[in-house]
């Protein structure tokens, strides 16, 4: 990492902290501002790329040539798309477990779905869509060097060979995209982990202190190492697929499958044996089980593509962890259901026999006619 990156990083590192003061709800104005800026500034360095290009450029229609490589066909066609699938899922495996972290601020139950179902979708299909027409077309009129993939590589490379007016260009888009992902950090990462360690020790930790604590951990870790080449960028993102993916499907079998959308809310509030969810010591033995059992498939293919100099196995293998975001969530989700079917869980299908609030002056859990 040089200097001036480290001090770039620093600086972005320093401005997000402030804003880890903020409640959750209240992320949702900056969240729409710099979601709309940033859609300006990247249909801006669209059409300039394709204005500038004349056509969609030479990595759409002869990437083999571009890369060196021979066309993918076949088998190894397939097997490459299936692992494209799962780092795409990667990149979202972490918003799928946390999603309810900020869904439950809607203003009614369902709200959310409309966004999902269409909008991310959307978005993520018309980002690809942009990023590699974008990159064929900066291929066209920067032949020299290595492919911008990078943003703010393809920005550099603006400001370096651009004529008058593009520094100024080049400050306002890095500026719409630096807001978004200081918005993206702030509320994905910090705030996202805040909760995490807030449900983890809530006597000691609340939202904002664990988002402190993430801040610092994120700096321990060296994250600029991750973007030294793409592909340990995309080992590092189909990770997440590996290790969240069975988290996944045990918690949608166990809500969907096991308990059947019936939960006794008031028993997630009690923090000793006399609640049906305290198990052992609050800890449930049949998840570990469970989620060992889902990502060990995948573990030699990930180990070989984190490490692929020191580390080779067989070809059935690395097509595992291909699969891995697919194959650990049904792997794990068939067998917690099997788990529970042989030792079903305490006080299931049990509910509440009436619905119960949390009273903000008492901080408790009260029967709602007691609210009434």
């Given at each position: 990492m040089?200097?001036?990156?480290?001090i770039?990083f620093?600086?972005?590192?320093l401005?997000?902290?402030?804003?880890?003061?903020l409640r959750?709800?209240?992320y949702r104005?900056?969240?729409?501002f710099?979601?709309a800026?940033?859609?300006?500034a990247?249909?801006s360095?669209f059409?300039?790329?394709l204005?500038?290009?004349?056509?969609?450029?030479?990595?759409?229609?002869?990437?083999?040539a571009?890369y060196?490589?021979a066309?993918?066909?076949?088998?190894?066609l397939?097997?490459a798309?299936m692992?494209l699938?799962t780092?795409?899922i990667?990149g979202?495996?972490?918003g799928?477990l946390y999603q309810?972290d900020f869904?439950?601020?809607s203003?009614?139950?369902?709200y959310?779905i409309?966004?999902?179902?269409?909008?991310?979708?959307?978005?993520?299909?018309g980002t690809?869509i942009?990023g590699?027409?974008?990159?064929?077309?900066?291929?066209g009129?920067y032949p020299e060097?290595?492919?911008?993939?990078?943003?703010?590589?393809?920005l550099e490379a603006?400001q370096?060979?651009?004529?008058?007016?593009?520094r100024a260009a080049?400050f306002?888009?890095?500026?719409a995209f630096f807001?978004?992902?200081?918005?993206?950090?702030?509320?994905a990462?910090?705030?996202?982990?805040?909760?995490?360690?807030a449900a983890l020790?809530?006597?000691?930790?609340?939202i904002?202190?664990?988002?402190?604590i993430i801040a610092i951990?994120g700096?321990c870790i060296?994250?600029?190492?991750i973007?030294?080449?793409?592909?340990?960028?995309i080992?590092a993102?189909?990770?997440?697929?590996v290790?969240?993916?069975?988290?996944?499907?045990?918690?949608?079998?166990e809500?969907?499958?096991i308990?059947r959308r019936?939960v006794?809310?008031s028993?997630m509030f009690i923090?000793?044996s006399s609640?049906?969810y305290?198990?052992?010591h609050?800890?449930?033995?049949?998840?570990?089980v469970?989620w060992?059992?889902?990502?060990w498939?995948?573990?030699?293919g990930?180990c070989?593509?984190?490490t692929?100099l020191?580390?080779?196995?067989?070809?059935?293998?690395?097509h595992?962890?291909?699969?891995?975001w697919?194959l650990?969530?049904?792997?794990?989700?068939a067998i917690?259901?099997?788990?529970?079917?042989?030792?079903p869980?305490v006080?299931?299908?049990d509910?509440d026999?009436?619905?119960?609030?949390w009273?903000?002056d008492?901080?408790?859990?009260?029967d709602?006619k007691?609210?009434e």
């Open positions: 040089k200097t001036n990156e480290f770039g620093i600086v972005f590192w401005v997000s902290l402030p804003l880890f003061l959750p709800e209240q104005g900056p969240a729409v710099s979601s800026i940033v859609i300006v990247a249909f360095i059409i300039w790329a204005a500038k290009q004349g056509n969609v450029g030479p990595l759409w229609h002869h990437p083999e571009i060196g490589v066309p993918l066909t076949g088998a190894r397939s097997w798309m692992r699938v780092s795409g990667g979202w495996a972490g799928i309810s869904s439950r601020y203003a009614k139950p369902g959310q409309w966004g999902q179902v269409f909008v991310i979708p959307i978005c993520l299909l690809n942009l590699i027409i974008t990159t064929s077309c900066a291929r009129f060097g290595k492919l911008l993939w990078k943003l703010y590589d393809l603006i370096m060979h651009g004529g008058k007016g593009a080049v306002f888009a890095a500026f807001l978004s992902q200081l918005c993206v950090n702030v509320v990462c910090g705030v996202v982990g805040g909760m995490d360690l020790l809530p006597r000691f930790i609340n904002r202190r664990g988002s402190f951990i700096l060296n994250p600029w190492r973007l030294n080449t793409a592909n340990s960028f080992a993102i189909s990770g997440y697929a290790f969240l993916g069975p988290l996944s499907g045990i918690m949608i079998a809500y969907y499958i308990r019936r006794k809310l028993h923090s000793n609640s049906d305290w198990y052992w609050g800890v449930n033995g049949k998840a570990p469970a060992v059992l889902g990502v498939l995948s573990m030699p990930f070989a593509s984190v692929p020191a580390v080779h196995v067989s070809t059935t293998w690395v595992a962890y291909y699969m891995s697919l650990g969530f049904f792997l794990s989700g917690w259901v099997g788990l529970n079917t042989m030792w869980p006080g299931l299908d509910v026999e009436f619905p119960y609030l009273d903000e008492k901080r408790e859990i009260v709602e007691e609210v």
